[in-house]
């Protein structure tokens, strides 16, 4: 219907793509530290339709990610 575009929005539009925030730990640990996604739902992201996607952000930002990247190397060094 003409004037009801904006409805039909996804409420993923106004949020990245993705939840990386380059603190990828999948290597070493089964859940990021940055961005909290599974090995499986970083390595199959790409892939996803946008419920799939719904539903990890939906996980992730419950469970508090992503989180910012850890100034402390940084606080570190200035020692």
Avoid: H, Q
Avoid at 11 to 36: E, H, M, N, Q, Y
Avoid at 50 to 60: G, L, P
């Amino acid at each position: 219907m003409p004037g009801n575009d904006n409805s039909s929005t996804p409420k993923s539009a106004a949020r990245d793509d993705s939840p990386c925030v380059a603190i990828c730990s999948t290597l070493f640990d089964d859940i990021c530290r940055g961005c909290g996604r599974t090995v499986m739902e970083v390595s199959n992201w790409v892939f996803m339709d946008e419920a799939e996607k719904d539903a990890v952000w939906t996980r992730i930002l419950a469970e508090g990610y992503p989180r910012p990247p850890d100034n402390s190397r940084s606080s570190r060094n200035a020692k």
